[in-house]
């Protein structure tokens, strides 16, 4: 067995036994190093999973382990205090009867107390939080806290951290910028973390590996490349962003679809569902070929490139060209796929799924009214 | 969760698991005792006893009581803490003060001054010439006891009322309702919790009480339970009626259940909201003051200044400086350590309630407002046959005593932990936890110093109750042992008012002191943050 | 480490060793001591929290030092009393200082004493039962608590002894009828107590007591005196009168002096109290003045006039209360309870108790204060009958309570 820094395997929790499992033989592994994301809409039990690894939650099956040590299993409950893991929640959690110094120096109290007071000046330096010290939590604004609350987590240097939407409190504008620090900051430092979002963005730019969680259960997991555009279901593809959906009827690595005949990801047969991002999708001008035509419906314009609305034979599709390529409404175009498009498992019957294109959802309220 | 399961937490939070436990035993222990005794009557005569006419009328009068006393309590505690919170009234932190003395008042003081005052040879006649009926009965108890309790239910407002988000208000005023209509359908409905913890404090504390209304002249279950004891020696009797009493406080306390049910939130944010603007009273003013002078006066300059004057005959001959020394310190010697202790034994009830809000949670919490309205009497009987049963050395200790006190007045002391834990995030355990800390190390280094607020106004409730305590001193205290209480007390039963005042004036100077010295602390705490905050 | 034994049970030892070890097998008490160590380092973290509980442990400390601290090395006397501090301590204290014997007190309310006393049962600390009623102690006679008394001690009161040798009579009160001379003039009054009823006149201006202990040991004496069913009818006429019922006497003479009620059937000294102060007075040896206490001329301080009326010699109404004292069966130094009652029927404490509370000596050769009548006359007042009879109580409750007045 590998000796990762985390391995969960068959994680199951219910919390009435005649309940339903709210996370279900959930399995996976962090090397060294490396920074997970559990990323899925709320209520898929991502912060359950996460919980159960603090040990904040008794799991009802399966084992957590670090290491060769195991950390949680039926028989096996390895109390917080004593797991050698950080965790950053949510809304920081930060004492408000301590300064920020004395925040920090929280988890360092097996320490002497000069060197309590050293690391914890570390810790904060890392975090570019200097000349606070001795303010109340309060007093400091919702990014300074959070620089805080990363800052007493990192100071007792544990192998594994655990972030619960560390960033989802912080404005647009400070949440990417925050990310890159921290994110360079765990690199730096080799830390291994496990990140729980429901934002696919954050997911996608932060972590190494990312874990695609609904309904308790882990739907796909790969490098951000991978889930995003190679996703194995229907629920992974939409989640991650905006794509189009095509039944297509298939034979071989070929396939017939709306917008023509497609190359596919990998052989198949019968009637499957395809997902194609659009930027993998391009336009061409109708005479250069003779598969079916379809006319530009809508156009913005964002700078760098160009989202076209697409309609061809009753659905529509989302096209992302190079800003050089102008087309305006009513102009009839080819829809042209520049990649293989990907087979999605059929875990939801065919004939439910509209073709076309769909959006991501952002928001976690709307996917779960949806899924629901 | 399975049973296992229950044990394992228990076992991992002891410190919790422990006093509940510890509670729990400290008011079964009365109500077994109470129900062996009942069962040695004889049935003939228990059913002459228990069903008898009178029964339904005593019910009547403490029903009749306890209503009353609760309308009173807030119609005078709700405009005094709308007053000193919300209002441009100056010098609101001393009305705080006046807000909170009362409870320095023995019940059987205040009465025997609202009688002295009052009628054709008060003193009221006597210094100002105004003969007022005098005042005994129903509206006699009624008068005492609203005067004596409306802190309760005052402390509670006013920290609701604090605690209150002006930008509800707000959004109700942008909404289109008006003053009147904004504090009838936000601000009211917010309070309710307050007004019912601190309406059953006040309710249970009428049901038991028995000082008041005997002087009054006005029979309740409670006075006829004293009667039993006391005129017939008969303790089986007494047992019955003590568990019809305990019946009439269950059923108390399932309907502030029932009237509590999904009315208590975590408060969002993280305390540090602003404040509304004080709304200007105008005109208004000068009936501000008045309002807020006489029931100052009422509920404690005239006790003062009545005991004062029976004092005086007796100041001119000397003061008995030295018993006054020794009864004070023992009554601090019991009420202190029985104050902290009762602090220490609420802490985990109200955080069982507030954070594993389940049936058996309630049900313990319950339990200690069951503890407060067992009779003291049956409460002691109970306790000498336990301890001499099963740790005979604890027997006439001060220990016994002040664990006795901490039991009975714990209930006093839950109400205002458990709003403090309300605004105490839970995560904050958790975090602590995950930086290292034991269940125990992060409940003490994180959850209770948020609680310090709560900890000591609990401490001074259950320190003031403890000074006046009476039954549970007679019975329980070590041989020898004077407490001020029971000084000012045995004087006044024999008529001997001189000689009881300076007693009872130091028990309410005394008891002013540290409540003044507990809440100076409490006001300097809390300013700080605002001012940053601001 | 604890000795069980009985010894240290009724001595301080036992019970104060528990009390040190109380707080420091308390497991919590560790984390109170030490506080996380945390909150103790250099950066003066979270001192004023740290410090409030300091405070406090601290109180609670010095309070378990001072129960440490060892009370007595002799064996010492305990004193169960239903009597008043305002007595007994004075007495106490005189005791103290002639015999050097530690003496404690307890205090209470005879029937919290008695309720005590049997939920004790024999691991009761008590020597000495005090008590303010004969029905506390034929209640403990009936509940087996007190032993015999030896003749010397018995043969010392001139009256009120009881044939069962278990108590001695210590002090004696007097039922009366206190009124104010203002509204009332004191010839309207009949001979009789049981004449009262048919004074229509009194309609709503009676005050009485029927849950205190002297007007219950007063209708048993009515109705050992003038029987069962007199007693009911005397209770039944008085109720048409619309008496007021008060807990007890203290707050029933007040309300007399303020006017509320015109007559009150209540005991001697409350009436004297009322008008002459409580405890302060010292004794004089002054012999029994000819005046007597109904015929007092001194205005009152406040409040109505308040006098007392006494019914003719031997009437029911002016019933002797006697107030005693035993020794109780659990203790283990029965003489020396027994030389503390014989103190108690000294002439210098029986002067004491008549200065002090103006109750009437027990033994001929003790005087009274001035404004008191004396001795003789007082004892003369009460009827002759069987004192011991006053302990059938229950049938005194029984009616009581048929007449709706419990």
């Known amino acids: ?372 | 969760m399975t049973v296992r399961q229950v044990l394992e937490s228990a076992r991992e939070r002891w410190y919790v698991a422990v006093p509940l436990a510890v509670v729990t035993a400290g008011v079964l222990i009365p109500l077994a005792y109470l129900l062996v005794r009942a069962l040695q009557a004889e049935p003939g005569q228990l059913v002459d006893l228990v069903v008898r006419w009178r029964n339904v009328r005593l019910l009547g009068n403490t029903v009749a009581l306890t209503a009353g006393v609760l309308v009173g309590t807030t119609l005078v505690a709700f405009p005094l803490a709308w007053l000193t919170t919300r209002s441009n009234l100056q010098g609101r932190g001393l009305l705080t003060l006046l807000g909170v003395l009362p409870l320095a008042v023995p019940g059987y003081v205040m009465a025997y001054v609202l009688l002295a005052t009052t009628g054709q040879y008060g003193t009221l006649a006597q210094t100002m010439g105004v003969v007022l009926p005098r005042i005994s009965g129903y509206e006699g108890a009624f008068l005492a006891l609203t005067l004596g309790t409306y802190p309760y239910l005052y402390l509670n407002l006013r920290t609701a009322l604090l605690g209150l988000d002006p930008s509800l208000e707000e959004s109700a005023r942008a909404l289109g309702y008006s003053r009147w209509e904004t504090f009838r359908r936000v601000i009211l409905p917010q309070l309710r919790p307050a007004f019912l913890s601190g309406g059953l404090l006040i309710g249970l504390h009428v049901l038991g009480d028995f000082g008041v209304v005997s002087l009054m002249r006005y029979e309740t279950f409670s006075y006829a339970l004293y009667l039993q004891y006391a005129a017939s020696y008969d303790r089986v009797y007494a047992a019955c009626l003590a568990l019809m009493l305990l019946a009439l406080t269950g059923a108390i306390l399932l309907l502030e259940a029932r009237l509590l049910k999904g009315l208590l939130y975590h408060r969002a944010g993280s305390g540090t909201t602003r404040r509304a603007a004080p709304w200007s009273l105008g005109a208004w003013k000068p009936a501000g003051y008045a309002f807020a002078g006489t029931v100052g006066f009422l509920s404690v300059g005239l006790p003062v200044l009545t005991v004062g004057y029976w004092m005086a005959d007796t100041a001119a001959t000397g003061l008995p400086w030295a018993s006054l020394g020794r009864s004070l310190w023992a009554s601090v010697s019991a009420s202190a350590p029985a104050a902290v202790l009762a602090a220490l034994l609420a802490l985990p009830v109200a955080y069982v309630g507030v954070r594993f809000p389940s049936k058996g949670a309630k049900a313990v919490e319950r339990i200690a407002y069951l503890g407060y309205a067992t009779p003291p009497l049956a409460f002691a009987l109970a306790l000498i046959v336990f301890t001499l049963g099963a740790l005979p050395f604890a027997y006439q200790t001060l220990a016994l005593l002040v664990v006795a006190y901490a039991l009975h007045f714990m209930a006093e002391a839950v109400g205002p932990i458990r709003s403090a834990l309300y605004q105490a995030p839970p995560n904050l355990e958790e975090a602590a936890r995950s930086l290292g800390r034991t269940p125990l190390q992060a409940f003490w280094g994180v959850t209770v110093p948020l609680l310090r607020r709560g900890l000591l106004v609990s401490v001074a409730f259950v320190f003031l109750s403890a000074m006046k305590e009476l039954p549970l001193t007679f019975l329980l205290s070590p041989i020898g042992f004077q407490t001020l209480a029971l000084d000012a007390w045995s004087y006044a039963n024999e008529a001997m008012f001189g000689e009881a005042a300076p007693f009872a004036l130091t028990i309410m100077a005394f008891s002013a002191l540290f409540v003044g010295l507990l809440l100076a602390r409490e006001t300097e705490r809390t300013e700080q943050p605002e001012a940053v905050a601001g | 480490m604890w000795n069980f034994g009985e010894d240290t049970m009724k001595g301080g030892l036992g019970r104060y060793q528990f009390w040190c070890g109380f707080f420091r097998l308390d497991p919590d008490n560790e984390t109170l001591a030490a506080p996380p160590r945390f909150t103790r380092s250099d950066t003066a973290m979270n001192r004023p929290w740290s410090g409030f509980l300091t405070v406090l442990l601290a109180a609670v400390l010095a309070v378990t030092s001072i129960g440490c601290q060892q009370q007595t090395e002799q064996e010492e006397l305990v004193i169960y009393s239903g009597r008043s501090k305002a007595l007994v301590d004075s007495l106490v204290e005189m005791y103290r200082q002639r015999t050097e014997r530690p003496v404690s007190v307890k205090y209470g309310t005879d029937s919290q004493l008695l309720a005590a006393l049997k939920e004790e049962g024999d691991q009761s600390p008590a020597d000495v039962f005090w008590a303010n009623t004969t029905g506390a102690l034929s209640n403990a006679i009936e509940n087996d608590l007190l032993t015999t008394l030896p003749d010397s001690l018995m043969n010392r009161p001139a009256r009120f002894a009881p044939a069962s040798k278990q108590w001695v009579p210590v002090t004696t009160r007097f039922r009366v009828l206190a009124y104010n001379s203002s509204n009332v003039d004191s010839t309207d009054l009949p001979a009789s107590v049981t004449g009262l009823p048919e004074i229509d006149e009194l309609d709503g201006r009676i005050g009485w007591t029927p849950a205190y202990s002297s007007f219950q040991d007063f209708v048993t004496a009515v109705r050992t005196v003038e029987g069962e069913d007199a007693a009911r009818q005397w209770l039944q006429g008085m109720q048409d009168l619309n008496p007021k019922s008060y807990t007890s006497n203290t707050p029933m003479i007040r309300a007399l002096a303020a006017g509320e009620i015109d007559v009150a059937l209540t005991n001697h000294y409350y009436v004297l109290r009322l008008k002459h102060g409580g405890a302060e007075g010292e004794y004089e040896e002054e012999e029994g003045e000819e005046e007597e206490a109904e015929e007092e001329e001194e205005a009152p301080r406040r409040g109505a006039p308040v006098n007392t009326y006494h019914f003719a010699s031997g009437d029911v109404g002016n019933l002797a209360l006697v107030t005693g004292a035993g020794v109780l069966q659990t203790s283990d130094q029965r003489e020396a309870a027994q030389e503390f009652l014989q103190f108690l029927l000294s002439p210098d404490a029986q002067a004491f108790a008549a200065s002090s509370v103006n109750e009437y000596p027990v033994v001929p050769d003790a005087g009274v204060q001035n404004y008191m009548l004396p001795v003789d006359d007082a004892l003369a007042l009460s009827p002759d009958f069987n004192y011991d009879q006053l302990q059938e109580i229950d049938a005194t409750l029984a009616l009581l309570r048929d007449e709706g007045l419990l």
């Open chain 1, 1 to 372: 067995m590998k000796d990762n820094v985390l391995s969960v395997e068959n994680l199951s929790k219910r919390f009435a036994p005649a309940a339903p499992p709210v996370v279900h033989e959930v399995s996976f592994d962090v090397e060294d190093g490396e920074i997970f994301a559990l990323l899925g809409p709320s209520g898929c039990g991502k912060t359950t999973t996460l919980r159960c690894i603090a040990g904040f939650e008794r799991a009802t099956e399966g084992t957590v382990r670090t290491r060769d040590r195991v950390l949680e299993s039926p028989d096996e409950h390895v109390s917080p205090e004593e797991r050698g893991i950080g965790l950053v929640f949510q809304d920081y959690a930060l004492f408000p009867h301590l300064t920020v110094l004395e925040n920090v120096a929280f988890g360092l109290r097996d320490r002497p107390p000069e060197d309590r007071t050293r690391r914890a000046r570390e810790a904060l330096k890392m975090v570019g939080l200097t000349d606070f010290d001795d303010r109340k939590p309060h007093a400091l604004s919702g990014g300074q806290q959070q620089r805080v609350a990363l800052a007493r987590t990192l100071a007792p240097e544990p192998e594994l951290i655990l972030l619960d939407e560390p960033f989802s409190n912080l404005d647009a504008l400070l949440r990417q910028g925050t990310r890159q620090e921290v994110r360079a900051l765990l690199k730096e430092k080799g830390m291994s973390a496990v990140l729980v979002t429901h934002d696919q963005e954050e997911a996608l730019s932060f972590a190494d590996r990312v874990a695609v969680m609904r309904g308790g259960q882990i739907e796909q997991i790969g490098t951000p490349e991978d889930v995003y555009y190679r996703p194995r279901t229907l629920f992974v593809a939409q989640f991650l962003g905006r794509t189009n959906l095509l039944l297509s009827d298939a034979a071989g690595t070929e396939a017939d679809t709306a917008i023509g005949r497609i190359r596919l990801d990998r052989p198949s047969s019968g009637t499957v569902l395809v997902s194609l991002r659009p930027e993998h999708l391009t336009l061409e001008p109708p005479e250069s070929d003779a598969g079916p035509r379809g006319t530009v419906v809508g156009r913005a314009f964002k700078g760098h490139d160009i989202t076209y609305r697409v309609e061809c034979d009753g659905a529509e599709y989302l096209v992302h060209t190079h800003n050089r390529m102008s087309y305006e409404p009513g102009d009839p175009v080819c829809i042209r796929p520049q990649e293989a498009a990907v087979v999605l498992e059929s875990r939801t019957h065919p004939a439910d799924v509209p073709g076309g294109m769909t959006e991501a959802a952002p928001d976690p309220e709307a996917a779960a009214a949806e899924s629901a």
